[in-house]
């Protein structure tokens, strides 16, 4: 898969060429990022063991709840499992055997294939936020979300060169009914960009919701063949599969799209306050729930999630960053690749009120361990503030700029003629200096990774111009980007049916805020 660039301006010669290309309005994604590192395996092979038969006795003995949902209890009934209530024992190996229908690795179609991406094996693929109710930026400061605000992120989001997924709920616009919100959010999607997406989750009928508007955009037979959707089914912690997230994995397996099984996990609080319990917990939880969407249909696609923080033993608050968050992570990498199946974990965690230096070191930990860690489809990527309570402009931004950095890591290091060097190194010779070099000549564009929103100059240079700080930085090209901003092409004829058919099912439902 080549690189994806559009409305790139033509190029001249001289100083006056090189600024005009640096200005120019040019929508660029990157293909998602290949590992050529080794994964950071943090478990020994004798403490893969103990956390698999841990796992295999908690599901056999203590069991997991699936509440509200007597069909879910008649599946695994029917499978072989022990039902008692809504308490469900799974038996030994019961299921580690049905998880083995699910594939190890699946392609998510974009409405543009130059933008599909694989997920699973070496594969990274970087989404963005997930879900805050509240948007911040540098201008209006905190405050409740709105489809406007959700539009924006939709539109920097196509813009990222660095990210290759829409997401999903970038954030939660409070300005439309609960009800409704989601058709508004699938049409930004996939009218404003023509990057892959997720679907709803907050009910089964938005699922379904979801797979109609897809059919629409797609084609019928297309979705039913292929994955277009991959939507996040979050685990009650601990042990406990409620009927919503349920009745929607039902029906995305049903329909061939695929799910994120996450345990949502703040350690202490729903799970054990040591990694290897909390493992234990993560990988019983994740068992029963891909087990269960391969009752639905074998081989439906599914991701191991795995979202775990500590707490701050005095407040009670969640954080991150954390050493034992990212130990947690690097186990979760190694069970999920026992299973041979894609890892979601990670993101650009922090519990920062701001985009400030609190921010970059805990999302910095949590991405340098993701990475490290073999995830394969990263949410949270970029614009996550106040643990998850926040989507931020300017961090989306920052952040979106330092997935860069990933993609320039995960490439490992290059050991051929040209990195090598040795012509530079005998052309300079003892005492010189490599600027003019023949080398540096024709490698100097891409040799290092460089900021787009980051300020090198001298410090006279960065006084005279204001003396901006990197929020201030991050929010001129918010505005910069959303500015330049032209939708991507879409069929005018999908596009009126996609809106005729969010329409029609608003005025099928009064609205409703709760």
């Not at 439309?176 to 049409?187: C, E, G, Q, S, T």
Request: glycine share 8%; proline share 5%; with cysteine.
């Amino acid at each position: 898969m080549t690189e994806a660039s559009t409305r790139r301006r033509a190029r001249g010669g001289g100083g006056a060429a090189r600024r005009a290309e640096r200005t120019a309005v040019s929508v660029e994604t990157a293909r998602y990022i290949e590992r050529n590192i080794p994964n950071f395996e943090v478990l020994t092979p004798e403490a893969i063991e103990i956390i698999e038969a841990n796992a295999e006795k908690v599901l056999a003995e203590i069991g997991v709840n699936f509440v509200n949902n007597p069909a879910a209890l008649e599946r695994w009934r029917a499978a072989g499992a022990e039902v008692d209530g809504e308490r469900v024992r799974i038996p030994r190996g019961l299921a580690r055997k049905l998880c083995e229908t699910a594939p190890s690795r699946f392609v998510q179609h974009a409405r543009n294939p130059a933008r599909n991406v694989e997920i699973g094996g070496k594969s990274l693929v970087l989404a963005p936020v997930y879900g805050p109710p509240f948007v911040r930026d540098a201008h209006g400061g905190r405050r409740y979300a709105t489809m406007e605000d959700f539009r924006k992120f939709v539109k920097l989001g196509y813009m990222s060169k660095w990210l290759h997924h829409s997401g999903g709920t970038v954030c939660e616009p409070t300005d439309i009914p609960v009800n409704k919100r989601h058709l508004d959010m699938l049409l930004a999607h996939m009218t404003l960009s023509d990057k892959p997406f997720m679907g709803s989750v907050t009910e089964p009928s938005r699922a379904q919701d979801s797979v109609d508007m897809c059919e629409i955009l797609f084609g019928k037979d297309f979705v039913q063949q292929n994955t277009v959707m991959t939507s996040l089914i979050n685990v009650n912690s601990p042990l406990t599969f409620d009927d919503v997230m349920m009745g929607a994995l039902e029906v995305y397996a049903r329909n061939n799209q695929a799910c994120i099984i996450s345990p949502f996990i703040v350690g202490g609080a729903m799970a054990p306050v040591s990694v290897a319990g909390t493992l234990t917990q993560v990988l019983a939880e994740v068992l029963a729930g891909i087990a269960y969407s391969q009752l639905i249909r074998p081989g439906a696609p599914v991701i191991f999630g795995a979202f775990v923080t500590s707490i701050d033993m005095n407040s009670g608050a969640p954080t991150f960053g954390t050493p034992e968050a990212s130990q947690i992570l690097y186990g979760a990498g190694q069970l999920a690749r026992r299973l041979g199946l894609p890892f979601r974990s990670g993101g650009g965690l922090c519990a920062s009120k701001l985009p400030d230096a609190q921010a970059a070191y805990e999302t910095a930990n949590t991405l340098n361990a993701a990475l490290l860690g073999g995830v394969n489809f990263m949410l949270h990527a970029c614009g996550w503030l106040e643990g998850g309570l926040v989507s931020s402009f300017e961090k989306f931004v920052l952040d979106a700029d330092q997935l860069g950095v990933l993609h320039k890591l995960a490439q490992g290091v290059s050991a051929d003629e040209n990195a090598q060097a040795l012509g530079a190194i005998a052309e300079v010779g003892p005492g010189g200096h490599y600027l003019g070099c023949e080398h540096t000549q024709a490698n100097f564009k891409t040799a290092f990774w460089r900021s787009e929103v980051f300020d090198y100059k001298p410090f006279e240079t960065w006084e005279e111009e204001g003396a901006r700080d990197s929020q201030t930085l991050a929010s001129l090209r918010v505005a910069r980007l959303l500015e330049t901003y032209q939708q991507p092409a879409i069929d005018p004829a999908i596009q009126a049916e996609l809106e005729a058919y969010v329409a029609a099912r608003k005025d099928s439902m009064p609205d409703a805020f709760m």
